[in-house]
């Protein structure tokens, strides 16, 4: 039997018409202005009332990229439309807590935009889509994250969407004084904000997936089935030797050694011998830490320096805030068991890694080392694992180091 052939995952990643880093979006926009707050995590706009002193607003928009593909090919084998409730979620996180990192945690507008191949995709699809929204929605101001939805648009646009597209744009009117304009200083410490294992608002083991880097955990992990029985579910016109390349099915069930417990490491939370499928640790719906961050902002106020979310660019979104800053992770989360069996299907090495996902905390406070244990203790209050994960120091350029169990990766500033 040959052996397979690996192709680096960055290249693995354009071939497949996808960036981790998307060098051309930040090109194109960068003549753009950057709003009322430069260095804000997302774009901070003067307040459309007209109240140009003491409210602002933020509006963001994104979508659950291409997990609903994933979705799609759970639905297709296993008949279960619940997996589209997670994808609901997806959308609606990859927003939020984007702007939980400004300060923004609450009275949140949501509005969604469905885009379908009707062909493929029925309405009761749709309506699991909705219902998962609604459900998150009611779930978060049941934590006192108040969120309303504004309606939506569901489009069939079957000659331009090959399954499903599901986006959320969300809007929120806040105080000035309230933003978290990103200003990391030497000497702080970054505590990192658990990917994985069960918090006390989620009702299942969540593997640490998040919404990012699924194009490759879906072609690289899945066998050629899925090549073959659903050719709807990928680009016809990407090489056959970049499609469903790996060995797994969806319904696997994860290797016998691996338990919950050994795959949530000091996270630990729930049910230690349960076992899942392969399918369920990639759906697993993005985590939100606004209920997290808004305690956090109450108790912590101007002690936070930063809140970066690490969703595209991994562990490296840091490099786009950090100003003359040199940070350094050198007591990160062993990666979870998900991103290991991504590595091992994918043969990307770690450096890889590390860029195109979160590997086992996807949120990153930063604050003077004597406030580090007062956020572990409120994450953890939630059930969400939590440890000061860095440091930072003065630089000419920003930098950053990760510091693994098995190496030192280094990365330039952007």
Same mark, same amino acid.
């Given at each position: 039997?040959?052996?397979?052939?690996?192709?680096?995952?960055?290249?693995?990643?354009?071939?497949?018409?996808?960036?981790?880093?998307?060098?051309?979006?930040?090109?194109?926009?960068?003549?753009?202005?950057?709003g009322l707050?430069?260095?804000a995590f997302c774009k901070v706009l003067p307040d459309i009332a007209g109240d140009d002193d003491t409210f602002c607003n933020v509006m963001h928009a994104d979508t659950a990229g291409?997990?609903?593909?994933?979705?799609?090919?759970?639905w297709k084998e296993t008949g279960e439309v619940s997996?589209?409730?997670?994808?609901?979620?997806?959308?609606?996180?990859?927003?939020?807590?984007?702007?939980?990192?400004?300060?923004?945690?609450?009275?949140?507008?949501?509005?969604?935009?469905?885009?379908?191949?009707?062909?493929?995709?029925?309405?009761?699809?749709?309506?699991?889509?909705?219902?998962g929204t609604q459900e998150f929605v009611e779930g978060m101001n049941a934590l006192g994250v108040k969120m309303m939805l504004a309606g939506g648009e569901t489009a069939d646009v079957g000659d331009i969407v090959r399954t499903i597209d599901v986006g959320i744009t969300a809007f929120a009117r806040t105080k000035r004084e309230q933003i978290i304009e990103a200003k990391i200083?030497?000497?702080?410490?970054?505590?990192?904000?658990?990917?994985f294992g069960q918090s006390s608002y989620e009702t299942e083991y969540n593997s640490g997936i998040g919404c990012n880097g699924l194009t490759s955990a879906r072609h690289d992990v899945l066998s050629s089935f899925y090549r073959d029985e659903f050719p709807e579910s990928f680009d016809p016109d990407l090489k056959m030797k970049l499609v469903y390349t790996g060995s797994k099915r969806l319904t696997d069930d994860l290797p016998s050694e691996v338990t919950l417990r050994q795959a949530q490491g000091d996270s630990a939370q729930g049910d230690s011998d349960s076992q899942t499928t392969i399918g369920r640790?990639?759906?697993?719906?993005?985590?939100?830490?606004?209920?997290?961050?808004?305690?956090l902002l109450s108790e912590l106020g101007n002690d936070i320096h930063a809140l970066i979310h690490c969703t595209g660019g991994g562990q490296t979104k840091v490099l786009r805030f950090a100003k003359g !800053?040199?940070?350094?992770?050198?007591?990160?989360? @062993?990666?979870?068991?998900?991103?290991? %069996? *991504?590595?091992?299907? =994918?043969?990307?090495?770690?450096?890889?890694?590390y860029q195109v996902f979160n590997m086992g905390h996807r949120?990153?406070?930063?604050?003077?080392?004597?406030?580090?244990?007062?956020?572990?203790?409120?994450?953890?209050?939630?059930? !969400?694992?939590?440890?000061?994960?860095?440091?930072? @120091?003065?630089?000419?350029?920003?930098? %950053? *180091?990760?510091?693994? =169990?098995?190496?030192?990766?280094?990365?330039?500033?952007?």
């Open positions: 039997m040959s052996q397979p052939i690996f192709v680096r995952m960055s290249s693995r990643y354009e071939l497949r018409g996808v960036s981790a880093t998307k060098e051309d979006i930040h090109k194109a926009i960068a003549s753009l202005d950057k707050f430069p260095n291409t997990k609903p593909a994933l979705a799609y090919l759970y997996v589209w409730k997670g994808i609901a979620q997806d959308a609606i996180v990859m927003n939020i807590d984007d702007m939980a990192c400004v300060g923004v945690c609450d009275n949140i507008i949501l509005s969604s935009n469905i885009a379908r191949n009707k062909n493929l995709i029925p309405g009761d699809v749709i309506a699991a889509v909705i219902e200083q030497p000497g702080d410490v970054i505590v990192g904000l658990a990917s640790m990639l759906l697993s719906p993005t985590r939100t830490y606004v209920p997290v961050i808004k305690e !800053i040199h940070v350094i992770k050198d007591n990160l989360f @062993e990666p979870p068991f998900i991103f290991k %069996l *991504i590595q091992r299907e =994918s043969g990307a090495d770690w450096k890889e890694m949120m990153e406070v930063y604050l003077p080392e004597d406030q580090a244990e007062r956020v572990i203790s409120v994450a953890r209050s939630f059930g !969400i694992g939590a440890r000061v994960i860095g440091r930072c @120091e003065a630089s000419d350029t920003p930098s %950053l *180091i990760l510091m693994t =169990s098995s190496e030192t990766i280094e990365y330039q500033g952007l």
